[in-house]
């Protein structure tokens, strides 16, 4: 009982170990929020945080299967910005660690697939994105203390070497 009340005593330790312990359930509520987003193009949390969710489809760093990921992004141009505050949680998030591993990925977004490469934002490129990205999550800089680490920011960009094929231009109607 003493452990649990010095538990409450401390909200942050508290949250980060249910945070950090409950990981198969979380794994379960996102596929069921990425089958959502690939379905209907949203899903109840992206209409809850009034944000957009892409699924992140990329290839695990130990396993090489697919590892679909849930992921709210700002668009800039045809590139959309992620970052990666994984709710302040210690751990890099497996999605960042496998992206590291392997840029070439592939999106969902608005119930449709991009192949993309991931590319990492640091330095001055980060920092000017960073007013942004607090300015549309304000809660990332709360995430970012909690982890005690930077939250690791990317942009997908369209992939031209992995481009999906054309499409054939539509059929020419009878002539009458």
Do not use: C
């Not at 849930?70 to 141009?77: Q, V």
């Amino acid at each position: 009982m003493a452990a649990l009340r010095r538990r409450i005593a401390a909200p942050v330790p508290l949250v980060r170990w249910l945070f950090e312990h409950t990981r198969p359930v979380r794994r379960r509520i996102n596929a069921l929020e990425a089958a959502q987003v690939e379905r209907f193009g949203k899903s109840p949390v992206s209409l809850l945080y009034r944000t957009p969710v892409l699924v992140l489809v990329s290839q695990g760093r130990r396993s090489g299967q697919p590892r679909r990921t849930p992921l709210a992004y700002l668009r800039d141009g045809d590139d959309m910005i992620v970052v990666g505050g994984a709710a302040g949680q210690t751990a890099t998030p497996d999605w960042v660690a496998n992206l590291r591993t392997e840029p070439h990925a592939t999106i969902v977004a608005d119930r449709r697939r991009h192949r993309v490469e991931a590319r990492e934002l640091a330095g001055a490129e980060r920092d000017d994105w960073w007013p942004m990205l607090l300015d549309r999550w304000p809660r990332i800089a709360r995430y970012e203390t909690l982890a005690g680490r930077p939250a690791p920011v990317f942009r997908f960009a369209p992939d031209p070497d992995r481009a999906p094929p054309a499409e054939p231009p539509p059929a020419e109607p009878p002539p009458r």
